[in-house]
């Protein structure tokens, strides 16, 4: 009996997890680096653009990236 509860509590939490990692390629505090300029991490809008306004694929950047300038502005750090 417990065996079964714990099937159905690890299934829950799969479902979970795969909604999780599904949202969290949109959140606004990644950051993201384009393809052959890996220079700069850019904040990504949700369109797709960087907020300074490059376009083209983006992945993940390192958290060793420097931030882009023209992206995170003193303000919003
Ligand atoms: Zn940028």
Partial sequence: ??????????????????????????????????????VWAHRRLRDGRTACGKTGPLTLADRTVARCPGCYRAAQR
């Avoid at 829950?12 to 606004?28: F, I, Y």
């Fill in 1 to 38: 009996m417990g065996e079964v509860v714990s099937l159905a509590e690890a299934r829950a939490e799969r479902a979970r997890a795969a909604e999780l990692s599904s949202r969290v390629v949109m959140h606004p505090a990644l950051r993201w680096v384009r393809a052959g300029d890996p």
